[in-house]
């Protein structure tokens, strides 16, 4: 590669080339190379000022820009806004496809389940879901970006599980008491979102709020970890073939695989969970094992895939209104930044 004195570089940029060389890159800035006075005829007087040598990354390529900072507060910003639209919107479209699958989750034996009052709790729900979905995608954007930063491109797959499992255990202090109440009014045990903290508390102490909480996170934490390293590594490999962004119906459809895959995967620790935190005061289940061999015992193993259609249904359409509607709102927010407001006046 030849540097002409001629370049039509301007006189006031400052640009930095880089140039591979071994395990490390030279990096020349131009800022007065390439403005030395025309009347220089002899090429050995160039100056090349601020010779720097640059380790190289373990990825990196010719550039010539330089990354943009990692902006923490941004990113976070905009997660919590967009996390907590999509969790709001799938929540209220797809509740009633929930509420019968916990019924047949928590019915024993070959019960009947009832079809009425199929919204039954669904506005102390959603006091709970948008908080809690603004935490999970404001942990997990920013967390994401930074280990992709720190991890090389063909361990992108741990770099996508390891953020889904922090947001998934920073949004399960909010999630755990939202769904304790949200699966007690569901199966009737309650009238309102109010009556059931109240009498839980009363009943069973704080820690009612919290049961099931271990299986929770144990059906939780792999559950997001899969999910958004599915939906993250199909979209990588769909840009890299289609060579272009994707656009909504394509977020959503890659979406809908990624959460109904998953929500087969986790149905019996579904199942778990659900009898755990719907058992009340009665402490039917000593934990998550002692629940596991009761299911068994009293019901057959086929027990534990309880609720697998609906499950299944649910999350396949939930993801792919959430994935759809958080892509969205996310793009929307990039577009309205205030650096680019700036920019387009300019």
């Given at each position: 590669?030849?540097l002409?004195s001629?370049?039509n570089f301007?006189?006031?940029?400052?640009?930095?080339?880089?140039?591979?060389m071994?395990?490390?890159?030279?990096?020349?800035?131009?800022?007065?190379?390439f403005?030395?006075?025309?009347?220089?005829?002899?090429?050995?007087?160039?100056?090349?000022?601020n010779?720097?040598?640059v380790?190289?990354k373990?990825f990196a390529?010719?550039?010539?820009e330089?990354?943009?900072?990692f902006?923490?507060?941004?990113?976070?910003?905009?997660?919590?806004?967009?996390?907590?639209?999509?969790g709001?919107?799938v929540?209220?479209?797809?509740?009633?496809i929930?509420?019968i699958?916990?019924?047949?989750q928590?019915?024993?034996?070959?019960g009947?389940?009832?079809?009425k009052?199929l919204?039954?709790?669904?506005?102390?729900?959603?006091?709970?879901v948008?908080?809690?979905?603004?935490i999970?995608?404001?942990?997990?954007?920013p967390?994401?970006?930074?280990l992709l930063?720190m991890?090389?491109?063909?361990?992108?797959?741990?770099?996508?599980?390891?953020?889904g499992a922090l947001g998934?255990?920073?949004?399960?202090?909010?999630?755990?008491?939202?769904?304790?109440?949200?699966?007690?009014?569901?199966?009737?045990?309650?009238?309102?979102?109010?009556d059931a903290?109240r009498?839980?508390?009363?009943k069973?102490?704080?820690?009612?709020?919290?049961?099931g909480?271990?299986?929770f996170?144990?059906?939780?934490?792999p559950?997001?970890?899969i999910?958004?390293?599915?939906?993250?590594q199909?979209?990588i490999?769909?840009?890299?073939?289609?060579?272009?962004?994707?656009?909504?119906?394509e977020?959503?459809?890659?979406?809908a695989?990624?959460?109904?895959?998953?929500?087969a995967?986790?149905t019996?620790?579904d199942?778990?969970k659900?009898?755990?935190?719907?058992?009340?005061?009665?402490?039917?289940y000593?934990?998550?094992?002692?629940?596991?061999?009761?299911?068994?015992?009293?019901?057959?193993?086929?027990?534990?895939?309880?609720?697998?259609g609906?499950?299944?249904l649910?999350?396949?359409?939930g993801?792919?209104i959430?994935?759809?509607?958080l892509e969205r709102?996310?793009?929307?927010?990039?577009q309205?930044?205030p650096?680019?407001?700036?920019?387009?006046k300019?």
């Amino acid at each position: 590669m030849t540097l002409g004195s001629n370049s039509n570089f301007p006189r006031t940029e400052k640009r930095i080339l880089r140039f591979k060389m071994g395990p490390f890159a030279l990096a020349l800035d131009t800022k007065n190379s390439f403005a030395a006075s025309s009347s220089a005829t002899d090429a050995s007087g160039r100056k090349m000022d601020n010779l720097q040598m640059v380790p190289k990354k373990f990825f990196a390529s010719i550039n010539n820009e330089e990354e943009k900072p990692f902006d923490f507060l941004r990113i976070l910003f905009e997660g919590v806004i967009a996390g907590g639209t999509a969790g709001v919107v799938v929540e209220t479209a797809l509740y009633p496809i929930d509420t019968i699958k916990t019924r047949l989750q928590a019915t024993r034996g070959g019960g009947q389940i009832a079809l009425k009052g199929l919204y039954s709790g669904l506005l102390g729900n959603l006091a709970g879901v948008l908080p809690a979905s603004a935490i999970f995608v404001g942990v997990y954007e920013p967390a994401k970006q930074k280990l992709l930063k720190m991890f090389p491109e063909n361990l992108s797959a741990v770099a996508h599980l390891t953020a889904g499992a922090l947001g998934g255990i920073a949004a399960s202090f909010v999630r755990v008491p939202t769904e304790v109440i949200k699966q007690r009014m569901q199966t009737r045990q309650f009238a309102s979102a109010p009556d059931a903290v109240r009498l839980i508390v009363s009943k069973e102490g704080f820690k009612g709020l919290y049961a099931g909480y271990g299986s929770f996170l144990l059906r939780d934490l792999p559950f997001d970890a899969i999910q958004f390293c599915i939906y993250e590594q199909l979209r990588i490999g769909y840009k890299l073939a289609a060579k272009r962004e994707l656009n909504d119906p394509e977020n959503a459809v890659i979406g809908a695989f990624a959460g109904a895959l998953t929500g087969a995967i986790t149905t019996p620790l579904d199942v778990i969970k659900t009898r755990l935190m719907t058992q009340g005061s009665a402490n039917k289940y000593k934990g998550i094992v002692d629940c596991v061999k009761t299911i068994v015992a009293e019901e057959g193993p086929p027990a534990l895939l309880k609720g697998i259609g609906p499950r299944v249904l649910w999350i396949g359409i939930g993801g792919s209104i959430f994935f759809g509607v958080l892509e969205r709102t996310k793009r929307y927010l990039a577009q309205n930044r205030p650096d680019n407001a700036t920019s387009k006046k300019d």
